[in-house]
């Protein structure tokens, strides 16, 4: 009777192998399948027992049966990972350039504040709600969309928030009073999201661990540089008297458009979990046999499961993980200074320097140098970690941000200290131009080596420390005007400088500690495991 169960199953077995290879993919047991998608703590073990103990009190036989698990075969091109390269640079070029539009969007509003107020009748206080309200819609809102996008895909939200985006545009254009424009711009902010985290996780989908510094730091360049693009052109549209405000949200609202033409062209799936879900529910169609399941789809078994994973997840990351939080907290400033810069700049170089608008906008350009050093930069940094990531791992992506953390101190000082008539503008810019050099660092290590650490948990952590990121930028604007004020722009500077030496340790020790924090990480392990099998 045993025997003949056996060959029956044996049969079976044979079979289902036979029905995957048509699709392309290969079977694995629930012992044999090493999937490093599933949140570590969601137990997959504890569903498939639940799903036959249901089949149990229903009666029915077949749930009783381990499930087929499938997998991409090694070299298949339908896993994101094995995509072209031609096609792999399409998508990261495009989701880079969503990146750059929701960068511009952010401080290209603040230079339409002499336009606005005058039209909508409003403060520059209430005005400034807006720059902090679409930092605070950036960050609250991946703590949700990152993780959905994990367990969903990436490609509907790519589209669903970059019409909300779009849309977000023409609210603010047609709004009649500084209420409108705060919501518009806080749902613009949330929309505006998917073109931080999201991208990055997009990347790490698509690259693997050596070939991704590359793309990360064209990523990083396009957030940093994007930041400070939008002031540049946004400057000069608010001195053209018949264009003003307004215009400045309509010329990016094109802009945002071109882009939507540009996804369906370019954008693919790159969620490998995704896509093998895709297959098995192919499979079961068309062959009846309920057991083809990809194993992420387990820890989708219940709608509650999916909310709780989704919205805890980032949030859980950032707190208990110390790699998570000790970078939330180093960008989180340096994300807070890059927001008081969107209001400091105006402010110092027209108090100081007699600027106009459109030269204020034009002095954001130390931002776009300042990036481009950092890309430059980067370019020794990838050569290091090629040379030194068998022994040191991931920690080999923080030889800059090492340096980052010495020079971003270094360029606050200078900024502070040059804040006087009889010191020539450019010291200043100068002091911005450091600044971004170190700020555009820190960001693009927080999101290769989040990326190296965390492997397709990359858009959660990435999730968490855009909250932290954003709450600070948030919070920085509503006080610069006041702080300023009330230590005049040398102490207000210096400030700054101190808490930025206070934090010159933190890459210090993940780089000398960072693969012991890692091994007692049930996040970060599973990657480390995941990467010792494929090896």
Partial sequence: MDSTTHTEQSIEREASAVDADKEGVEIKSL?????????????VTSFHIRRNSEALNSGGEKGLEEPLYIEFKEGDKRNPINFLRKKKWGITALACFSTVISAGTAGAYNLGFASMTRDLNCTDFQATIGLSVYALGFGVTP?????????LGRLPLYYGSGIGFLLMYMMIALSKNIQTVIIARFLQGAFGSTGSTMVGGTVADIWSSKERGLPMAIFSAAAVGGTGLGPVFAGWI????????KWIQWIQMIICGFYLLLLPLFMRETRSAVLLTRIARKLRKETGDPRYRARVEDERTSLRTLIYISCTRPIYLMLTEMIVSSFSLWIGFAWGITYCLLESVGLTFTNLHGFNTGEVGTVFTAMIIGTGLGFLTNLYQERLYHKNVLTRGPEARLYGA????????TAMFIYAWSSFTFVHWSVQAIGIVLFTWSAYTIYNTVFTYLADCYGPFASSALAGQSLARNIVGMAFPLFTKQMYKALDFKWANTLFGCLGTAMVPIPFILFFYGPAIRRRSRFSRMVMEAADVSC
Avoid: K
């Fill in 31 to 43: 012992v044999n399948v090493h999937e490093h998608q599933l949140d570590p703590r969601i137990s």
């Fill in 143 to 151: 703590l949700v969309t990152a993780s959905f996008s994990e367990e």
């Fill in 238 to 245: 608010e001195m053209n008297p018949r264009l003003g405000w």
């Fill in 402 to 409: 090492c340096f980052a953390a010495i020079l971003l101190p």
